[in-house]
T-cell receptor, first 112, second 114 residues
Framework: AQSVAQPEDQVNVAEGNPLTVKCTYS??????LFWYVQYPNRGLQFLLK??????LVKGSYGFEAEFNKSQTSFHLKKPSALVSDSALYFC??????????FGAGTRLFVKA | SQTIHQWPATLVQPVGSPLSLECTVE??????LYWYRQAAGRGLQLLFY??????ISSEVPQNLSASRPQDRQFILSSKKLLLSDSSFYLC?????????????FGPGTRLLVL
């Protein structure tokens, strides 16, 4: 079955420290993977996507994600967290037929 | 540039009343359009998607329906709302030329059914 999992319900990090939000996937064929961010009472904002090529994908607001085919993971990273990065983060995988599966979301808290 | 609008932003409706939520996209032609429901600020559930005028695919059988009367307009409707329809509804679009179908979301409509 095709799926995406975000194993952490919440991630806490101090401002200035690096952050990682984890995502694993299960999909047949080559995956198209995405990260989105959602602020309270707002729609999702596209951060970045993996297609093919470089395993390190750079996106908006200083975020990047590392694709690891052997571990079927696509973890979101940022070298230095900001308080304003506090939000809900979604990993997603396109499964074809105009369908994209979204993970349950990981809430990121960055403490000043 | 492309923009996506949803209205109303918030809506409070009594049980059994009808519903109409509207989504419009500007700056693109023949977009793929999607309706999602998000419960309790967590995962998204795909409700409907459309690849063209009058073409609607339903993912979850329920008392909701969708229509696409114009190229860049997508409407979510119900004849009789249930308490369980209370949720955050999100519209999204993707370009028909984007193989990855990257989706861009509107600001959402929060619906409370009392």
């Amino acid at each position: 079955a095709q799926s995406v999992a975000q194993p952490e319900d919440q991630v806490n990090v101090a401002e200035g420290n690096p952050l990682t939000v984890k995502c694993t996937y299960s999909v047949s064929g080559n995956p198209y993977l995405f990260w989105y961010v959602q602020y309270p009472n707002r729609g999702l904002q596209f951060l970045l996507k993996y297609i093919t090529g470089d395993n390190l994908v750079k996106g908006s607001y200083g975020f990047e994600a590392e694709f690891n085919k052997s571990q079927t993971s696509f973890h979101l990273k940022k070298p230095s967290a900001l308080v304003s990065d506090s939000a809900l983060y979604f990993c997603a995988v396109r499964v074809g037929g105009f369908k994209t599966i979204f993970g349950a979301g990981t809430r990121l808290f960055v403490k000043a | 540039s492309q923009t996506i609008h949803q209205w109303p932003a918030t809506l409070v409706q009594p049980v059994g009343s009808p519903l109409s939520l509207e989504c419009t996209v500007e700056g693109t032609s023949n977009p793929n359009l999607y309706w999602y429901r998000q419960a309790a600020g967590r995962g998204l559930q795909l409700l409907f998607y459309s690849v063209g005028i009058g073409q609607i695919s339903s993912e979850v059988p329920q008392n909701l329906s969708a229509s696409r009367p114009q190229d860049r307009q997508f409407i979510l409707s119900s004849k009789k709302l249930l308490l369980s329809d209370s949720s955050f509804y999100l519209c999204a679009w993707s370009s028909p030329t984007d193989v990855q179908e990257t989706q861009y979301f509107g600001p959402g409509t929060r619906l409370l059914v009392l």
